[in-house]
């Protein structure tokens, strides 16, 4: 058995099991220890294909080095290369590295926005009679801030950010229910087990991700994307978030539009109201 201190040490794991890898593990064995920076911001879906392997054989390769899956072995190997960096590489400019991650993070979404996809989705959203946008954990406050913006031009709306309640509102929906679902990686199980049902009853899915390819885009109707992508150790960064509000900006302005004059209307009346609870 392997101690417990080359347990978190991915590289070590490797070699000690390297004499054991069948050809389509030295496969992955070569593509993962040659592109090991890119590997922290792939989905697995995406991993899959750059190897050119099944996905089960993947997870069939981690758990073989004992982890528990693919974001097990990420969250491992982000922390043995963050262990490679000096203090003065971490945080010697980390104020003008927080304000480029940001402001790239917006440009990279910028370049990203497909401009049919966009309109489509603003017109789904705007026409459907019920819709519920799934988020959870960091993702989960932008489905919050969707929630606040799309109530306040009067759009019957709903946020479900626990897992349980996501599941029984999934298990209620029918052909005319939109579901928003907000996942960074596109493979938090919860939100995609969700999904399934959601989809089971006719639910029109569009999913709002960092990543093209992955269990959540292959269930999804619509896919719009940002440009932030998270090593396991940056998880729920506001640099990330800064990407989700951005793309959500856009869908939130772009329905306002879709219904102008009622929007204006809902917002006039809800300032009106909301003013009574200042002094």
Not at 54 to 60: C, D, S, V, Y
Not at 206 to 211: D, L, Q, S, V
Not at 213 to 242: F, H, R, W
Not at 245 to 265: F, K, M, R
Request: glycine share 4%; net charge negative.
């Amino acid at each position: 058995m392997d101690s417990e201190s080359n347990r978190y040490k991915p590289s070590i794991m490797m070699e000690q099991h390297k004499h054991s890898f069948t050809k389509s593990e030295t496969k992955i064995y070569h593509y993962i220890t040659s592109h090991i920076d890119q590997v922290l911001y792939y989905s697995l879906t995406e991993l899959s294909e750059s190897c050119d392997v099944a996905e089960a054989t993947l997870l069939r390769f981690f758990r073989k080095l004992h982890f528990k899956g693919f974001q097990d072995f990420k969250f491992a190997l982000a922390q043995e290369e963050s262990a490679k960096r000096t203090p003065n590489e971490e945080n010697s400019t980390y104020i003008e590295k927080v304000r480029d991650y940001m402001v790239q993070a917006i440009h990279d979404s910028y370049d990203l926005i497909d401009a049919l996809a966009l309109e489509v989705a603003v017109k789904t959203i705007a026409q459907a009679p019920d819709v519920v946008i799934f988020g959870i954990g960091s993702s989960g406050i932008a489905a919050n801030d969707m929630e606040n913006r799309l109530l306040r031009i009067g759009k019957h709306i709903q946020a479900v950010t626990d897992p349980h309640t996501q599941v029984m509102r999934a298990s209620s929906m029918t052909k005319e229910t939109v579901v928003i679902a907000i996942s960074v990686t596109g493979s938090t199980k919860d939100i995609v087990d969700t999904i399934q049902i959601a989809k089971a009853q006719g639910a029109t899915i569009i999913a709002i991700t960092n990543y093209l390819k992955s269990p959540l885009t292959k269930l999804a109707n619509q896919v719009l994307l940002t440009s932030a992508k998270e090593s396991p150790l940056d998880s729920g960064s506001l640099i990330t978030k800064v990407a989700q509000l951005y793309l959500i900006d856009l869908i939130c302005t772009g329905v306002t539009l879709e219904n102008y004059e009622q929007s204006e209307a809902m917002k006039h009346q809800i300032s009106e109201n909301t003013a009574k609870k200042l002094y």
